[in-house]
């Protein structure tokens, strides 16, 4: 993983590897952009009578993992993402997945940071915006909901 450097790595190298319960693994998914990444963890404040100091104390609470966004341009193969999708709204809640983001060294010999993403269910598609006026890529998004995020 992440070695010591003078420098950061770069955001645009990068892997999205979404898995099946089941053992079968989709093939890795190219997107654009990945956004949400990320944990917070509340603090509940309390203070009993008897308390020596005049302030409360900070007590750990729950956590929050916040929904991820994934960003792509529209290729051939949408069966697979979009039979994940269908799967979710009409069975329910036994089709969640393990999604690993992997940010690459900048010569693709291996991963130096992943982010696992378990029990993630698509929430929410929006296809491309379409324009015959434009040129821009027809980019579609995936926003996913899960359980907790751990980085490794």
């Given amino acids: 993983m992440a070695e010591k450097r003078d420098r950061p790595y770069g955001q645009f190298n990068f892997l999205v590897k979404i898995g099946d319960q ?5 093939p890795d ?3 654009q952009e990945v956004t949400g990444l990320g944990t917070e963890i509340t603090v509940a404040e309390y203070r009993s009578g008897n308390y020596a100091l005049n302030s409360p104390m900070k007590i750990t609470g729950t956590y929050k993992v916040p929904d991820v966004t994934l960003k792509r341009g529209v290729f051939g193969e949408l ?3 979009h039979a994940w999708m269908r799967d ?7 089709f969640r997945k393990t999604v690993v983001i ?9 991963p130096v940071q ?3 993403l378990k029990d993630a269910r698509p929430i929410k598609y929006t296809g ?3 324009s015959a006026k434009g040129t821009d890529v027809a980019i579609e998004e995936l926003v996913l909901s ?4 751990d980085i490794e």
């Fill in 128 to 130: 491309p915006a379409l």
């Fill in 114 to 116: 992943a982010w696992i």
């Fill in 29 to 31: 998914a190219a997107f």
């Fill in 146 to 149: 899960c359980e907790t995020i």
């Fill in 22 to 26: 089941d053992g079968k693994k989709f």
């Fill in 102 to 110: 992997q940010l690459q060294r900048e010569d693709h010999t291996g």
């Fill in 79 to 81: 069966e697979l993402l």
């Fill in 88 to 94: 979710v709204r009409d069975k329910g809640q036994y």
